[in-house]
């Protein structure tokens, strides 16, 4: 291929500050770009050229040249379907290719920072142990031992990417990675060629897209992946880096992980009791596979003799009870007697194995551990052995981060079920709910039900929907039985009443089952409604008290997509910060604790900014305890390399820590008066559009891919609620903001806020931009996305509306606010074009327009053939699909 400008380096989640493209950089992209180029060209049939033919002409379109722009869609046009699916993924393929060196020059800049010493990378933990320097070395350890920060990795459908595709660009990265090396050996260099040659022709051949949609199995899977491949040996390094840039020893995880892959049931009918005790069993076969292997791995390290040990009575008595229980171990115990640590090790891997063999369902006659607390005092053993006579254990503590962060559960499952179904389980089984008319009523029926609650049988009576929720209950109950952390919470979609809180508890107490029971306000009026909603139920009375039994902490999820989805972004982000506010306020009132659950997508439009800065943006006084939701595209860019993890869990603990300093003050009052006209007229400006302009259905309809995506099979959940309303609003929030993505609009993001943004004296507006973290993160947020947003490209996909007269109606009303809101953000930052203060950013993301330019044609013209009937096109217009989530870095 003839030389073109090298997809470069983009931040989309602002993790990182701007920094001159290295040479590494530009030698990976071209190196990949040839290999590209070589496998493109024995695909034959003139591929190679013809892309690159279109490529040019997408560049030269983009510079303004309309001859350019009619060429492109005349080729475009004529071309057969296979062809068009053809190119769609090469160029998908030359934009994930790119991701991959910019992923790996992200590894190679942290590793610089590390190399270089002096400096101190942004955001890290060794940033925020210098910001928190003054602080007694009490006060400092006092505050991160009661950090408690759960991510919680979701199986939202929101990432494109086959897992197929993964492993091969895991394989390319790996190999690019060795091949910067200046002494790799020729045979060596020769051998990483060829496996990255390799990897590309497999994928050449691979389907974009998958041909059936993921079951929850896969879902599973998919989860289970990660954390075995990166952040079960990322996530004891971040601990481990937070105790050294603070100069602590802790002795309680202020790190932990939650999942719902498996255990979401909003909306899933595939999802129920079976598929939760089933991913219970598999993630704690996983974790003790794990477990075991590291111990194994000890027995290596620590085999010291016993004549070079003092003081070995505790670890002798702890050998003697084990072999003596044991009978299978005496063999070892004769093997390694004068190995004292090292025995202790091998018999704890031996434990641990019939800990394993027990989980999998094999019968085990000699005890292994029953609790992971059990393990780690074998570990502690071993460790005191070694400090007494100064040999440094980092591997040891290494394992033993693993066994507090991990357990013996790997991750704590939440489950969730939307309130509807819910409530109508509540009302088949309680009469005296079914029958109450108002909302004290009910709450009256369940507080008098939760007073007397007895155990209550399966579900078998019941019709299917609402056995299936009291099988997820009794689910929930058994698993309570595993170990304190096997399950999380029980979280309520959709909560908008006091009673249908206590409607959960309720089912959970009837199942034997004592759990939190997480509120998700997700809607203006709910969030609006929730410090009502949570002061009711701490006035019921048995509620209250089995909140006591649960360590006195309540737990509330505040919904960052469908809030924005329902109010707009703008308004969504100010009702989110009021109710927490709130909350904090009325909880240290009762004296109780308070868990805030952010549930934050990947685009603006999600509450995908980033995570430090988001921490940073809480009010004042946030909670030290935090759960973070982290789904689909999220998870692949923050923990596809465990290096790169390492530096995620790094600015998510450091903020927390810094937000748990007390750092940050109340904003002025003049500060939040005007945030509330900001966010009432965005939100009347936005609700006018999307619930009152009546041809804004019918534009979503034909002017976004919102069918194509309905179609495309990367989650087992269906893309609309099967409860409630119709239409726009029973959407699912992943599907809506993906369909605009897909159009290069990214209309939910900044919808509304230009106008709100008017409604207040620019002059307040940039104090508030200079003084106040939360109004500065919304602005940075909407400048990103405005940024990445593309009318240009947006208004071609008008051709496809049926009435072109009423769909270039509501773009006129999308285009104007468009503008209004790229002024305001302007003025209140003092800037002449969006990112200036970043120009290597604003630099390199145009460079991937000409890629995705290219895939948004072709996406148009098998859109039009798709929906005129020729099913033919159905593969290639889903290929465009991903191709342009690769380019633009998001889905939903």
């Not at 999998?360 to 070694?386: I, K, T």
Request: proline share 6%.
């Amino acid at each position: 291929m003839s030389p073109r400008a090298p997809l470069a380096v983009t931040h989309d989640r602002g993790e990182e500050p701007d920094l001159p493209p290295p040479t590494e950089l530009e030698r990976d992209l071209e190196r990949v770009r040839t290999l590209v180029s070589e496998m493109l060209e024995a695909a034959g049939a003139g591929l190679r050229a013809e892309i690159e033919r279109l490529h040019d002409l997408a560049v030269r379109r983009r510079a303004g040249d309309e001859a350019a722009a009619r060429a492109l869609q005349e080729v475009v046009s004529s071309l057969p379907v296979e062809r068009l699916a053809a190119i769609a993924r090469a160029a998908s393929m030359e934009l994930r290719v790119a991701n991959v060196c910019e992923e790996l020059e992200r590894v190679r800049r942290r590793r610089r920072y590390d190399a270089e010493g002096g400096s101190v990378q942004p955001e890290s933990l060794a940033e925020a142990a210098s910001l928190l320097r003054t602080l007694a070395p009490e006060r400092r350890a006092a505050l991160l031992g009661a950090l408690e920060c759960r991510l919680v990795l979701t199986s939202h459908p929101s990432d494109a990417t086959r897992r197929a595709v993964l492993y091969k660009l895991k394989t390319i990265e790996t190999a690019l990675d060795e091949l910067a090396r200046p002494d790799l050996a020729a045979s060596r260099r020769r051998e990483l060629l060829g496996a990255v040659r390799e990897a590309l022709a497999a994928w050449w051949r691979t389907d974009e897209v998958r041909r059936v949609r993921p079951d929850v199995g896969e879902e599973v899977r998919r989860t289970l992946f990660v954390f075995e491949s990166v952040l079960y040996d990322a996530a004891p390094e971040a601990v481990l880096e937070l105790e050294r840039c603070f100069g602590v020893e802790l002795d309680r995880t202020p790190l932990t992980f939650g999942s719902w892959s498996g255990s979401d049931m909003d909306g899933n009918p595939a999802v129920s009791g079976a598929s939760i005790l089933a991913t219970a069993r598999e993630q704690r076969i996983l974790a003790l596979r794990l477990l075991h292997d590291r111990v194994r791995q000890l027995t290596r390290v620590y085999t010291q003799s016993d004549s070079s040990l003092e003081r070995t009575g505790p670890i002798r008595a702890r050998l003697d009870a084990s072999l003596a229980e044991l009978p299978g171990a005496q063999e070892l115990g004769e093997r390694f007697r004068h190995e004292p640590l090292r025995l202790l090790l091998y018999l704890a891997a031996y434990r641990l194995a019939l800990t394993l063999a027990r989980a999998r369902g094999d019968p085990v006659e000699e005890p292994g551990y029953e609790r992971p607390q059990e393990l780690e005092h074998d570990l502690e053993l071993v460790r005191s052995a070694c400090r007494e006579h100064a040999v440094p254990t980092h591997s040891l503590r290494r394992v033993l981060w693993q066994t507090r962060i991990f357990g013996f559960h790997l991750a704590s499952l939440d489950v969730r079920e939307h309130v509807l179904p819910i409530r109508r389980t509540a009302a088949a089984l309680l009469p005296s709910y079914r029958d109450a008319t108002d909302e004290g009523a009910r709450q009256a029926a369940l507080a008098a039900a939760l007073e007397t609650c007895e155990q209550g049988s399966s579900g078998e009576a019941l019709a299917p929907p609402e056995a299936r929720v009291v099988d997820a209950f009794a689910a929930v109950s058994e698993l309570s039985r595993w170990g304190e952390q096997t399950i999380g919470t029980v979280i309520l979609s959709g909560a908008e009443h006091p009673s249908d809180v206590l409607c959960a508890h309720w089912l959970a107490r009837r199942a034997g089952a004592l759990v939190a029971i997480a509120p998700l306000f997700e809607f203006g009026s709910a969030l609006a409604r929730a410090p009502q909603t949570i002061a009711h139920l701490l006035e019921c009375t048995p509620y209250r008290r089995d909140l006591r039994s649960l360590a006195d902490i309540q737990e509330a999820m505040l919904g960052h997509s469908d809030s924005a989805k329902d109010i707009g972004f703008t308004a969504a982000q100010w009702e989110i910060y009021r109710a927490q506010r709130s909350l904090q306020a009325l909880t240290s009132a009762h004296g109780i604790g308070l868990r805030i659950h952010h549930g934050r997508g990947g685009s603006p439009a999600r509450g995908g900014a980033p995570t430090h800065a988001a921490i940073l943006a809480q009010p004042p006084g946030a909670p030290r305890r935090l759960k973070l939701t982290e789904q689909g595209e999220v998870v692949t860019a923050k923990y596809s390399h465990p290096e790169l993890a390492v530096r995620a869990l790094e600015q998510t603990l450091s903020a927390l820590a810094r937000v748990a300093s007390g750092e940050g003050s109340l904003p002025p009052a003049r500060f939040e008066r005007a945030m509330d006209r900001i966010a009432a007229r965005a939100r009347a400006v936005y609700c006018a559009l999307v619930e009152e302009e009546p041809d804004f259905p019918a534009f979503v309809r034909d002017c976004t891919p919102l069918d194509l995506i309905a179609e495309l099979p990367i989650g087992s959940r269906p893309t609309s609620r099967p409860e409630g309303d119709v239409g726009i609003r029973s959407l699912r929030a992943i599907p809506w903001v993906f369909a605009w993505t897909q159009n290069r609009v990214l209309m939910p993001s900044w919808y509304g806020a230009g106008s709100g943004l008017e409604d207040v004296t620019l002059a307040l507006e940039q104090e508030m931009w200079r003084e106040w973290p939360f109004f500065r993160a919304l602005v940075s947020t909407l400048e990103i996305a405005l940024f990445k947003s593309d009318l240009s490209t947006g208004a071609r996909y008008l051709d496809l509306a049926r009435d072109r007269a009423r769909a270039e109606r509501v773009w006129e009303l999308c285009r104007r606010e468009h503008e209004r809101t790229v002024d305001r953000v302007l003025a209140i930052t003092d800037q002449r074009t969006l990112l200036e203060r970043r120009p290597a950013l604003r630099a390199r993301l145009p460079v991937r327009n000409p890629w995705v330019d290219l895939l948004n044609d072709l996406q148009l013209e098998t859109l039009r053939r798709y929906r005129a009937g020729d099913g033919g096109a159905r593969e290639a217009a889903l290929a465009t699909v991903t191709g342009i989530a690769a380019g633009v870095r998001n889905t939903g």
